[in-house]
């Protein structure tokens, strides 16, 4: 089932990824979503028939709260969540000021913050409803993810700086080597 509902499957049946969203949920965070390649190394791990999990550099956190934008707040939701599950890479953010670090417009919620990350195959996150079952936002669907298709986001195949950024991930992550199924499109470069 290579939908939405086949990535929430995915994610119900590893239980590693449950507690970590339940870890989340825990701190009561505005608009909370865990997201990028949390979602995405399982998606094509799976796809890959890797026998173990790759290992993540980092779990990213988050969420969307324009009273507090403080980055030390951050570092503080980041401890919590170091106490309540050692161990992982946690990665906080608040999505009400990563505009700025992005030198983008102001965002207006965490879902609007991820339309604009780099690559569309990355631009998803799951959270958990009041009743723990897994929800997810994906805005730019999940097509490009179960083809294992990196394609770089509206705001980052224009051409410039963005899109400079994106060339830039695309070297530095080295998905095709770790994932040798994935298929990489550059940007068009206009004329």
């Known amino acids: 089932m290579r939908n939405s509902g086949g ?5 119900e049946k590893d239980q590693a990824m449950m507690d970590v969203l339940k870890a989340v949920k825990q701190l009561h965070l505005p608009d909370w979503w865990v997201c990028a390649g ?5 998606v094509w791990d799976t ?3 890797f026998p173990a999990p790759t290992i993540l550099p980092d779990v990213d956190v988050v969420y969307f709260d324009p009273v507090n934008v403080n980055e030390d707040s951050e570092k503080e939701l980041e401890s919590q969540l170091y106490t309540l599950m050692p161990g992982i890479p946690w ?3 608040n999505q009400a000021r990563m505009h700025v670090v992005n030198n983008q417009a102001p965002y207006i919620s965490t879902t609007d913050a991820i339309s604009k990350f780099p690559e569309t195959a990355t631009a998803i996150g799951a959270s958990l409803d009041v009743e723990n079952n897994v929800i997810l936002t994906v805005p730019w669907g999940v097509d490009d ?4 298709e990196i394609r770089p986001t509206p705001d980052f ?3 410039g700086e963005l899109s400079a950024i994106y060339e830039k991930r695309l070297r530095d992550k080295c998905w095709e080597e770790k994932w040798p199924l994935v298929k ?3 940007v068009v470069k206009s004329r």
């Open 47 to 49: 796809l890959h028939r």
């Open 7 to 11: 990535i929430v499957s995915l994610i």
């Open 184 to 186: 990489v499109h550059m």
């Open 157 to 159: 195949e224009s051409g």
């Open 38 to 42: 949390f979602i995405r190394t399982k």
């Open 145 to 148: 993810l179960w083809n294992m």
């Open 91 to 93: 990665s906080v953010k």
